[in-house]
Nanobody
Framework: QVQLVESGGGLVQAGGSLRLSCAASGRSFSSYVVGWFRQAPGKEREFVAAVRWTGVTTYADSVKGRFTISINNAKDTVYLQMNSLQPADTAVYYC?????????????????WGQGTQVTVSS
């Protein structure tokens, strides 16, 4: 079983950047896919990006070209670099992990979840 701890959220002005981190404890990310999801107030949680332990990635259309997901296997940490942030990106961001190779955006297939970190983008 893997425990996930997110960090790096905060308040930023529109156009700014933040980097979120998702650290694993209990085991490494080997053989896992790690995804980022977000939930804005009053909205359903949505997929943002995912990375396979080999470094293969996928993104939601809404963040392509602005967000970059990466994995550091030596540190058992996944990062989400978020650039050109907009107020619409305001949400609680969750890190999640699933065993396997599929970079699926379906949150019901992810077995392990972090507690979430708040990202607020002011206009």
């Amino acid at each position: 079983q893997v425990q996930l701890v997110e960090s790096g959220g905060g308040l930023v002005q529109a156009g700014g950047s933040l980097r979120l981190s998702c650290a694993a404890s209990g085991r490494s990310f080997s053989s896992y896919v790690v995804g980022w999801f977000r939930q804005a107030p009053g909205k359903e949680r949505e997929f943002v990006a995912a990375v396979r332990w080999t470094g293969v990635t996928t993104y939601a259309d809404s963040v392509k070209g602005r967000f970059t997901i990466s994995i550091n296997n030596a540190k058992d940490t996944v990062y989400l670099q978020m650039n050109s942030l907009q107020p619409a990106d305001t949400a609680v961001y969750y890190c999640a992990a699933r065993v396997g190779v599929s970079l699926t955006p379906r949150e019901d297939t992810y077995n392990y979840w972090g507690q979430g970190t708040q990202v607020t983008v002011s206009s």
